[in-house]
């Protein structure tokens, strides 16, 4: 069973930075892909970013540029460094796990992100 944990929301100004993490536990063996999900009031969950246990990486157009993820073996921790953040970024976050051979998903209890003046 894989846990996850979220951490690293909050408040900021447009055109600010935050970094998000998510510290995962009871992950054995390779083949999977972390990532992060935003879902906005009234809207839809979406894919922000994923990065492969092999180190692909994949973003939404809306982040590129912007959003960086990355992976922390030694502490099973995943990154989401979020850079020149903008109101339409306001978004509950959340952390996923799947495993890729057979699809298993596990998720955060999501972080809240409120990019505002």
């Known amino acids: 069973q894989v846990q996850l944990v979220e951490s690293g929301g909050g408040l900021v100004q447009p055109g600010g930075s935050l970094r998000l993490s998510c510290a995962a536990s009871g992950i054995i063996g390779n083949f999977y892909v972390m990532g992060w999900y935003r879902q906005a009031p009234g809207k839809q969950r979406e894919l922000v970013a994923t990065i492969t246990s092999s180190d692909y990486t994949e973003f939404a157009d809306s982040v590129k540029g912007r959003f960086t993820i990355s992976r922390e073996n030694a502490k099973n921790t995943l990154y989401l460094q979020m850079n020149s953040l903008k109101p339409e970024d306001t978004a509950v976050y959340y952390c996923?796990?799947?495993?890729?051979?057979?699809?298993?998903?596990?998720w955060g209890q999501g972080t809240q992100v409120t990019v505002s003046a």
């Open positions: 996923n796990f799947r495993w890729l051979y057979n699809g298993v998903n596990y």
